[in-house]
Every structure is written in structure tokens, then in C-alpha cells.
Nanobody, 114 residues
């Protein structure tokens, strides 16, 4: 069984920055076996993919709405992934969750408000 735990969310003003982290724990798995994705769900909206990083971090993809502002990374030795978010906008508000293989974290709330 694998557990994913996100952290780093909070309240930030427009233009501000946050860094989210996702830590994987459990037994019998290798973090580098799968890609890691960060998703978000805004109130009243469907969950959407924000960013994804390949097994060893050589490839990344971003939603158009966050390109140039967000950066996804991973540390396979530490079994973690991070999402650096800069120049945050009110429309970035939502619950951010990480995904690995078939597992999801519970998410961390990000609120962007003046």
C-alpha cells in the first residue's frame, strides 16, 4: 500500500508564490516506476491535470493555464514531488492533489485572494 501526503497549501495574495510537496510512503514500491501528476479541483468544477513529470524527471507537461508559472519536480531518492507555483492568480484556487500510479493524496487547499 502506498500513501501520498501533500503539504504546503495556504492562503496567498495574487502574484504570490507557494510550493507544494507530495511525499510517498509505504512498502514494496519504487517511486521512480511511475510518473507523478499534480491535479487541482476548484469549487464547482471538475478535477483537472495541472502538471505531470515522467519517471526520472526528463519530461514535463503543463496545463496551458499554468505554463510559465508552475514548475513540477521530483526527487526519486526522497520519494517526493514538488510543485512550485509563482505569480498565483485567483483562478488557481482549489484543492491540489498528487497522483502516482493508481494512488491519490487527500490534497492541500490553495486559496489565492487579495
Amino acid at each position: 500500500q502506498v500513501q501520498l501526503v501533500e503539504s504546503g497549501g495556504g492562503l496567498v495574495r495574487p502574484g504570490g508564490s507557494l510550493t507544494l510537496s507530495c511525499a510517498a510512503s509505504g512498502s514494496g514500491f519504487t517511486f521512480s516506476d511511475y510518473a507523478v501528476g499534480w491535479y487541482r479541483q476548484a469549487p464547482g468544477k471538475e478535477r483537472e491535470l495541472v502538471a505531470i513529470i515522467s519517471h526520472y524527471g526528463s519530461s514535463t507537461n503543463y496545463a496551458d493555464s499554468v505554463k510559465g508559472r508552475f514548475t513540477i519536480s521530483r526527487d526519486n531518492a526522497r520519494y517526493t514531488s514538488s510543485l512550485q507555483m509563482n505569480n498565483l492568480k485567483p483562478e488557481d484556487t482549489g484543492v491540489y492533489s498528487c497522483w502516482w500510479n493508481k494512488y491519490w493524496g487527500r490534497g492541500t487547499q490553495v486559496t489565492v485572494r487579495a
